[in-house]
């Protein structure tokens, strides 16, 4: 049975997201792992035969641990796209009340997810980024109550925790686009979409060419992200999904002439969506 690894500890969206997979493929054993960086790694050393991890929320963006991996030498590709809602709630110790609030703690994306929630309703607590929603969880079951959590139903059953408060994302259509990875993308495909990633010279206009390309061969691009190609100050790469498979002959044509133009081209994957 091949191992899927995904960002723990239980209780987590990204676990979510891994149930959803399996309900989805029917087999595979999850294994949690700690961090970003070390589902990628163990993937592309194929301690993990798949991962599912999170790429891109739509109220807070890239998810810039994901992106910036995807530039070390990893040899891995997204296999596939899974979306998931996300329902953010305000987790507490059974009996906590409002006044009793000092702190709240949770994933830096959570977090920002409910900024105006957190300004409105405690302005004056301390908010506490951790590594999972699981672990703020963990938290504030240790705790004496002054701690709350932002996370969701599955953390506060995991964790014996109430939930004070529901639904405080800032925006109702509160969605994170989770990828799965392996050592090969997915087959060609009605509906399906391609990422890479690309860096530009310095010179007038050498980022438009490279976008007319997708112009040329009427390619819809859905996304572009820049990030710091962290070799020199001003120097950035930029993230790019498209509609089509990189078999698709027009596809194949426009990501020849990118790689031939780009200082820097790396293909990320070709997959399908399922929500």
């Known amino acids: 049975m091949k191992k899927i690894g995904y960002l723990g500890p239980p209780g987590t969206f990204s676990h979510e997201a891994a149930k959803k997979y399996i309900r989805l493929t029917g087999a595979g054993e999850l294994v949690p792992r700690p961090s970003i960086p070390d589902l990628m790694t163990a993937t592309d050393s194929g301690v993990l035969q798949e991962a599912i991890l999170p790429i891109e ?53 959570p ?25 703020a969880a963990e938290t504030v079951q240790r705790g004496d109550g002054s701690v709350a959590a932002i996370g969701g139903v599955a953390s506060a059953e995991l964790y014996g925790l109430e939930i004070l408060e529901a639904d405080i994302q800032d925006e109702a259509d509160n969605v994170t686009r989770f990828i ?17 990633i690309f860096g530009v010279s310095h010179r007038p206009g050498s980022l438009y060419q490279i976008l007319d390309i997708f112009s ?23 993230y790019v999904d498209i509609d089509g498979h990189r078999d698709d002959p ?24 399922v929500t």
């Not at 044509?253 to 399908?272: N, Q, T």
């Open 57 to 109: 929320n739509s109220l807070e963006g890239g998810v810039i641990p994901t992106l910036d991996m995807f530039m070390e030498e990893l040899d891995v590709q997204i296999r596939l796209e899974l979306l998931l809602p996300i329902r953010e709630n305000l987790l507490v110790k059974p009996g906590t009340e409002r006044g009793d609030i000092r702190v709240v703690t949770s994933h830096s994306q």
């Open 111 to 135: 977090l920002g997810q409910c900024r105006k929630f957190l300004q409105n309703a405690f302005p004056t607590a301390h908010l506490e980024a951790v590594g999972s929603t699981a672990i």
């Open 180 to 196: 799965v990875i392996g050592k090969e993308d997915s087959p060609q495909a009605r509906g399906s979409k391609s990422s890479l």
């Open 216 to 238: 040329i061969f009427d390619i819809n691009m859905t996304r572009i992200e820049s990030r710091p190609a962290k070799r020199a100050l001003g120097e950035y790469v930029f």
């Open 250 to 273: 027009d596809v194949a044509d426009a990501l020849k002439m990118i790689r031939r133009k780009a200082v820097f081209y790396k293909f990320l994957g070709s997959y399908g969506t």
